[in-house]
């Protein structure tokens, strides 16, 4: 069968050759555990399929994981509360994580991916940055057609991929397209495709980065990229510098193999400093549920909970509790850290709390380990302080 995709690209204008340049593939597998759930069960394929928390009917707590794209067509999406994803659409097939087998899948991927790499980075779970040494992006949609042809025909799955110059550009590109999707992003076309887009298409520009810069009336790249440079200095330091870089399409920040993920961590500072148990027990609640997620995109398992809680008169102390075995329930962590907090509940205002994971390990049962000789696991960003409003809501 021949499969035709549908390339994206941002003109069709020829590239700015740059020879000895690298071209940077992303590749972003659609819809990774309910597409892996659809193989499992054939009879699933094209029905909306929702894999996380038990939604009891409707009672249940936790969140979803992720869902198939006719999922999403009822507006259900990763890290929203299973119940509202049932009340939602009640009659999707609701999936428990198994974390053993994604990760096996996984690993068979991630092989299939490094073997068309000349540099390799697997990024989380189901995405992996692939350099191919050449100027012409035409050889690298070549790799990507075989990549996603094999990974097709042997895992029965499809991914999005982006090609750019480097993996900034690669990364927002492979966005643009899904489920199946190849988008082409030529050197001398970097700034045209980025021009319209929001600032938050930009990795590390999140909600609260936004909100800012849309005060100061910067809502696209093009308006982060021509704003006055002194200005975003002043107002967020070095990162203000590099913001624009980015917004530039300027990356140069290599795929390489680099530091394996020893922990995940999250942290949070209250706007006041707060000895309200409501307060900090529901601040907790919200604090496992992000870092659980973080843990999820990676992948692994955690043996250890530990919590850091920094008090008005900034003493800092941490706890940490280990369990016999590895575990990625969300409810086990939250539990763990409000039996750890508990003893910090008291007169002492609380300024800052966190959650970490640690001693993470691959599913007993999980078949990648192999996988590893290949890669290693980034966290870009394991610990953000983050105002207890992004939170709760
Ligand atoms: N994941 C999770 N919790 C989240 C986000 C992701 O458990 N909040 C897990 C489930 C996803 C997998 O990580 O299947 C990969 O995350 P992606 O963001 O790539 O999402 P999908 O692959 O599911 O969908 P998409 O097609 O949008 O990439
Ligand atoms: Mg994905």
Redo the contacts with the bound molecule.
Sequence with gaps: MVRRYAISRSRNKPPDMDPGAWTILLV???????SIEAVRHPELTGLPVV?GADPKGGAGRG?V??CSYEAREYGIH??MPISRAYRLCPDAKFLP?DMALYQAVSGRIMKILASYADTFQRV????AFIGVKTDDPEDAVETALNTKKEILTKEELTC?IGIGPNKLVAKIASDVR??DGLTVVAPGEVCEFLDLMPVTKIPGIGKKTGQALKSMRIETIRDLREYDSRKLVLRFGKWGYRMQDLARGIDRSEVKEDCTVKSIGRELTFEEDTSDPGIIYDSIDALADETH?AL??TGYLFRTVSVKVRSEDFDTHTRSKSIGFTSSDPELVKNISKNLISEFIGEVKIRLIGIRLSNLRIADNGSSGSVYRFHCLREPCITRQTSIYEFIR
């Design positions: 972003d597998m659609d819809g990774f555990f309910a894999v969140v994981s992720t990763s890290g994580v989380s779970i189901d995405e999005s899904k489920p997620r999820s995109k």
